[in-house]
């Protein structure tokens, strides 16, 4: 498997200050927040795209994913969430990213039961709006990745989605802090996501009521469950270790633990072999 680490983590730092990170401490790739805020987002120009590119291609780092924020179940009209993707879609193509995420987003944040027909609702917008990105993600070369969270927080509330779209360039992002809780087993996630996974984030928090972020393996997540299950199944994709620094000022600061990061879970891919 392959180890990257997300931008979320090191908010306000520079593209070459990533990259040093990147190679100093032995990670094969990085994951893109592309908010306007950070260094890299759908806003660039087509010389500094290339740029961004060739700082990855010296620094023998692959761009992952660009991490967007279209909510594909959320209500309203198509286009504005369609526009976004395809926007997000040529930013992946400029810089050979494989992955764009995005976010289910289908119901408001007031912790409501939603009903069976406003669950069946988000399911149908979010699979027509897929669908239709799908085939312009397959025409860039990209596939568009529907992450476990918010509305649609487990593999079996994504594969609600993405079974319908049934498109190649529609896959899931696997974040396993979601799914946990979400109360799904991991080996449960797998079953149901393996048809569709692009790649796994990876996280570590104190618990259900504190989700502040921890160093990898200090928490309560199931990591070495993960990865020990990803390893017998022959599962060779990417692990992204995503540190939600920039929403939790009180976090210990990224770069000072991507080291252990990367030495825990090297140790636990070699003994899971």
């Known amino acids: 498997m392959k180890l990257a680490f997300s ?4 908010p306000g730092m520079t593209l070459p200050d990533v990259l040093r990170l990147a190679v100093t401490h032995g990670y094969h790739g990085v994951e893109l927040r592309t908010h306007p805020e950070e260094p890299v987002h759908p806003g660039l120009g087509l010389t500094e795209r290339a740029d961004v590119a060739a700082a990855f291609k ?12 279209a909510r594909v179940a959320a209500p309203g009209d198509d286009e504005p969430v369609l526009d976004e993707i395809r926007t997000l879609l ?33 399911d149908a917008i979010a699979a027509r709006r897929l ?15 529907l992450e476990t969270h918010d509305s649609h927080r487990t593999g079996a509330a994504a594969a ?6 049934g498109h190649r360039n529609a896959g899931a992002l ?14 449960d996630t797998y079953a149901t996501l393996s048809p569709f996974l692009g790649y796994i984030q990876v996280k570590d928090i104190a618990g259900a ?20 299950l990803l390893t017998r199944k022959g599962w060779d994709g990417w692990l992204c270790w995503e540190y939600e620094k920039r929403w939790y000022e009180e976090a210990a600061p990224l770069p000072e633990l991507l080291g ?14």
Do not use: K, N
Request: glycine share 14%; net charge negative; with cysteine.
């Open 260 to 273: 252990p990061g990367r030495e825990l879970l090297a140790r636990l891919l070699t003994e899971s072999a």
């Open 7 to 10: 931008t979320l983590g090191v």
């Open 131 to 145: 669908g239709t990105a799908a085939e312009h993600a397959a025409d860039v070369g990209v596939r568009i990745l």
């Open 209 to 228: 009521d504190d989700t502040t972020p921890l160093p990898l393996g200090a928490g309560a997540l199931p990591l070495a469950e993960c990865v020990e």
């Open 174 to 187: 696997w974040d396993l802090m979601h799914t946990w809780l979400g109360g799904e087993q991991v080996a």
């Open 160 to 165: 609600r989605v993405l079974g319908p779209v």
């Open 58 to 69: 010296d620094a023998g780092v692959d761009v992952l994913g660009l991490a967007g924020y």
């Open 90 to 122: 040529a930013l992946a193509r400029d810089l050979g990213a494989p992955y764009v995420r995005v976010f289910p987003g289908g119901f408001p944040g007031d912790g409501a039961e939603p009903s069976q027909e406003q669950l069946d609702e988000a």
